[in-house]
C-alpha cells in the first residue's frame, strides 16, 4: 500500500515498511542527483545516498511538520551527511583510508552512477564559482538552484527566516554575475566592481 505523498507519514519511515519504501521511492532520485553533484567517486556516492537514507530513518520520530517539508527535512540530512564525509575525507589523506569500510559494488552499480556523474560533468563549473562564494550564500544558492528547493524550503534546512535566505540568495547570484577570474574566482570583488560602475 503506498502511503500518500504528506507530511504526516514521514515520522514513521523508521518502524513502518511501507512507509519507508514510499519515502524512498519519492526521493531516490533527486538525493541520487545531490550525492553525484557532490563526489567523482562512485563509491563514495553510494555511500553517501545509503548514509542519508540511514539518517533519515534514525532521526524520523524527531521530524516535525512546522520547521519544513519532508524534502526540506531530507536535504538537511542530506547536507550534513555530506559535510560529515567532507570532513572525514580531509582527514584521511591516504587512499587506503579513504576507501576503508567501503562496499564493493559490481559493474552495473559503478558504470549507473559514473553515468550520473558524466551528467553532471556540464554543471562542475558553474558548481566551481559557487563554490568559491561565502558558504552561507553558496548553501542557499545550491539549495535553490541545484537541488530545486523552493526559498522557504531552502531557509528552514538552513535555519533562516526568508527574509534572510531572499538576501542571500540576491547577493549570491548578484556575485556570479560577475565574469571568473583566470587565475582564482573572488567573485565578492566582481561584484563589488560592477556596483561602482
Not at 541545484?146 to 540568495?169: H, K, S, W, Y
Given at each position: 500500500?503506498?502511503?500518500?505523498?504528506?507530511?504526516?507519514?514521514?515520522?514513521?519511515?523508521?518502524?513502518?515498511?511501507?512507509?519507508?519504501?514510499?519515502?524512498?521511492?519519492?526521493?531516490?532520485?533527486?538525493?541520487?542527483?545531490?550525492?553525484?553533484?557532490?563526489?567523482?567517486?562512485?563509491?563514495?556516492?553510494?555511500?553517501?545516498?545509503?548514509?542519508?537514507?540511514?539518517?533519515?530513518?534514525?532521526?524520523?520520530?524527531?521530524?516535525?511538520?512546522?520547521?519544513?517539508?519532508?524534502?526540506?527535512?531530507?536535504?538537511?540530512?542530506a547536507r550534513n551527511v555530506v559535510a560529515d564525509e567532507q570532513?572525514?575525507?580531509?582527514?584521511?589523506?591516504?587512499?587506503?583510508?579513504?576507501?576503508?569500510?567501503?562496499?564493493?559494488?559490481?559493474?552495473?552499480?559503478?558504470?549507473?552512477?559514473?553515468?550520473?556523474?558524466?551528467?553532471?560533468?556540464?554543471?562542475?563549473?558553474l558548481l566551481g564559482r559557487i563554490a568559491a562564494l561565502p558558504?552561507?550564500?553558496?548553501?542557499?544558492?545550491?539549495?535553490?538552484?541545484?537541488?530545486?528547493?523552493?526559498?522557504?524550503?531552502?531557509?528552514?534546512?538552513?535555519?533562516?527566516?526568508?527574509?534572510?535566505?531572499?538576501?542571500?540568495?540576491?547577493?549570491?547570484?548578484?556575485?556570479?554575475?560577475?565574469?571568473?577570474?583566470?587565475?582564482?574566482?573572488?567573485?565578492?570583488?566582481?561584484?563589488?566592481?560592477?556596483?561602482?560602475?
Amino acid at each position: 500500500m503506498r502511503h500518500p505523498p504528506d507530511d504526516r507519514w514521514v515520522a514513521r519511515i523508521g518502524e513502518d515498511p511501507e512507509a519507508f519504501e514510499s519515502f524512498y521511492r519519492e526521493h531516490i532520485d533527486a538525493i541520487v542527483r545531490y550525492a553525484t553533484r557532490r563526489t567523482r567517486d562512485p563509491h563514495i556516492a553510494a555511500d553517501l545516498v545509503a548514509d542519508i537514507f540511514l539518517a533519515a530513518i534514525e532521526n524520523a520520530a524527531a521530524y516535525r511538520e512546522e520547521r519544513g517539508s519532508p524534502t526540506a527535512w531530507l536535504y538537511g540530512i542530506a547536507r550534513n551527511v555530506v559535510a560529515d564525509e567532507q570532513r572525514r575525507a580531509a582527514r584521511a589523506q591516504a587512499a587506503e583510508s579513504r576507501l576503508a569500510g567501503r562496499r564493493l559494488l559490481d559493474g552495473d552499480d559503478i558504470a549507473r552512477l559514473e553515468q550520473r556523474i558524466d551528467a553532471e560533468r556540464d554543471c562542475r563549473g558553474l558548481l566551481g564559482r559557487i563554490a568559491a562564494l561565502p558558504p552561507g550564500q553558496r548553501a542557499l544558492l545550491e539549495l535553490v538552484a541545484v537541488d530545486g528547493l523552493t526559498l522557504p524550503e531552502a531557509a528552514a534546512v538552513l535555519g533562516i527566516t526568508t527574509v534572510a535566505a531572499r538576501v542571500r540568495l540576491h547577493r549570491a547570484r548578484r556575485a556570479l554575475t560577475g565574469p571568473p577570474a583566470d587565475d582564482s574566482p573572488d567573485l565578492t570583488r566582481s561584484a563589488a566592481l560592477m556596483e561602482t560602475q
